[in-house]
């Protein structure tokens, strides 16, 4: 994602909330992240990292089926329930399955910043680290995305309440927001109005000095230390005129980004710098899911989703001739057998 993709500036903000010694506080929405979680016991926990949108979200749920598969190798069956329901996935959009007894589904996780005086919040001092190395194959993120209980607040939020009452009545509405979007959202809240506090995470973020519109690239990340090395790679590459995504740069544009590198020293830009008419930042961000009697939120209809599942993706391509004759193409098609997977489905 390049510099000015998806702006964030506040659609329904806040009412201000003046603190003592604070300027004017408001609340503003980031795109949403769509997360595979499982119940257990009645109650919801992730089982791996998100997506942008809810295809990815189903996209990364396959993948922990896959990876499931794996794990059970030495048992027949369950390897063949994973597998399977990672095939059906690959050919149809479900936000839910049932596989091997447990409910599976892509949540929709929002996201805020919190902004004072046009400034976004920042890291903590006190955030963790990454409390401990990943397994061989897997990122911190990844990692560290296992196991969030959706039914209860963080511990790494110091007033969860007073976040419920900044974001519990937050829609997107006004300005360029289609009425349905404001709409469904207005609908949700009521069917999921349990608001739970999730661990922040950190997204990078950039601002022109004369707009006051700030704008998220690149990924979100689940400890500040990896988004700021992001940030590092980022300004590394737009100092050099080798780099190919950088080609369209002028030298003076380089020179600025060679010279902020300099004087950030051997630590890095850290949270906060800034570069000839840009402000970088490293965001704090505040996640928060949606819980009705059924559960946490799914995707929403209004949300935007533009891909098909890879294999549909696949299948099409090679309809219109894209594919080489070396290309294996799409696996099989799921069978009438794969509806034991969809909840309340017994066809």
């Known amino acids: 994602m390049d510099d000015g993709d998806d702006p964030a500036a506040p659609r329904t903000p806040a009412p201000p909330d003046r603190r003592p010694g604070e300027e004017p506080v408001d609340m503003r929405i980031l795109f949403p992240l769509y997360q595979p979680a499982q119940e257990v016991g009645g109650r919801w926990a992730t089982r791996t990292y998100p997506g942008n949108n809810p295809q990815e979200g189903r996209d990364s749920l396959a993948h922990h089926f896959l990876k499931q598969s794996h794990e059970v190798e030495r048992d027949p069956g369950r390897k063949r329930e994973f597998t399977d329901a990672?095939?059906?996935?690959?050919?149809?959009?479900?936000?839910?399955?049932?596989?091997?007894?447990?409910?599976?589904?892509?949540?929709?996780?929002?996201?805020?910043?919190?902004?004072?005086d046009d400034e976004p919040d920042l890291p903590l001092p006190t955030e963790p680290a990454a409390p401990f190395a990943p397994p061989e194959n897997e990122s911190v993120r990844s990692a560290m995305n296992y196991g969030i209980d959706l039914t209860a607040d963080t511990k790494l939020e110091s007033d969860p309440d007073a976040v419920r009452a900044a974001v519990c009545g937050l829609v997107p509405a006004g300005g360029p927001v289609p009425r349905?979007?404001?709409?469904?959202?207005?609908?949700r809240h009521l069917a999921y109005p349990e608001v739970v506090v999730l661990p922040p995470d950190f997204q990078p973020m950039v601002n022109r000095v004369d707009d006051r519109a700030w704008h998220p690239f690149g990924d979100s990340w689940t400890v500040p230390e990896e988004a700021r090395e992001f940030l590092l790679r980022h300004l590394e590459h737009r100092s050099r005129k080798d780099d190919e995504w950088n080609a369209d740069s002028t030298p003076e544009e380089r020179n600025a980004y060679r010279?902020?590198?300099?004087?950030?020293?051997a630590e890095g830009p850290g949270d906060s710098i800034d570069v000839l008419p840009l402000r970088y930042r490293i965001a704090r961000v505040i996640r928060v899911v949606r819980v009705g009697f059924d559960g946490p939120e799914p995707p929403r209809d209004s949300d935007p989703d533009p891909y098909q599942p890879p294999a549909a993706q696949q299948q099409e391509a090679r309809e219109q001739g894209l594919l080489d004759d070396y290309d294996e193409g799409p696996p099989p098609r799921p069978g009438r057998a794969a509806r034991r997977f969809l909840p309340g489905d017994r066809t």
């Open 86 to 116: 990672a095939n059906l996935l690959d050919w149809e959009a479900h936000d839910e399955l049932l596989v091997l007894g447990h409910r599976y589904r892509v949540v929709r996780i929002e996201r805020y910043v919190r902004f004072v």
């Open 259 to 265: 010279k902020a590198l300099e004087s950030c020293g």
């Open 180 to 187: 349905e979007v404001t709409e469904d959202a207005l609908v």
